[in-house]
């Protein structure tokens, strides 16, 4: 292989031109995000779960269903005394229309829960499918993908169920 001198004086150059050129051909097989059928808001009950937030917000990001434009997210921190509040806030900061972050004193899951609930009614999101994931757990990439599929295909329904995997 002919290496050109730049590439020869600098490996450095070799390297990052390599990598650049594997981007940009990886690109055509990153997944398509899609627009669903419906909108969904998750509310989250948060209490001191700082090492489990990183991995819960990009379970959700990284949605198949393209996460801007149907998934919202309301993260009701529960009193938090280690840095909840502050990793909720980061994402909210890239994140403004689709992440609100409301704080109250230590009550448990489900006044965390009944207040996020709450600021749904009272902001008149019109977002009719709601769902209660804790920060603890991590959503498959197509978990909205799934139940927005059935959906459309359904025509009557009023409440989903879906599999929970242990590990």
């Known amino acids: ?11 450095f150059f070799f390297f990052k031109s390599l990598l ?4 940009n051909f990886l690109k055509q097989f990153k997944p398509k995000k899609y627009k669903a059928y ?7 009950a948060v ?16 949605q198949r269903l393209d996460f801007k434009s149907n998934i919202y997210l309301i993260c009701v921190d529960d009193g938090s005394t280690d840095n ?4 909720i806030k980061k994402y909210q900061k890239k994140y403004p ?10 009550g448990g899951q489900a006044s965390s829960r009944n207040l996020g609930l709450k600021y749904l009614k009272e902001n008149d999101l019109n977002i009719f499918w709601v769902t209660f994931t804790d920060p603890d757990d991590f959503l ?6 799934e139940v927005d ?15 929970i995997i242990f590990y």
């Open 149 to 163: 599929s059935f959906l459309k295909k359904q025509n009557n329904i009023a409440m989903v169920a879906t599999n």
């Open 97 to 106: 229309k689709n992440i609100t972050y409301l704080y109250k004193e230590n």
């Open 1 to 11: 292989m002919l290496l050109k001198a730049k590439y020869k004086k600098n490996i």
């Open 84 to 87: 909840s509040a502050n990793i």
């Open 38 to 44: 419906n909108k969904y808001v998750i509310v989250s």
């Open 140 to 145: 498959d990439r197509d978990y909205f993908y």
């Open 47 to 62: 209490y001191n779960v700082e090492k489990y937030l990183d991995d819960f917000f990009k379970s959700i990001i990284n």
């Open 20 to 23: 650049i050129s594997m981007q």
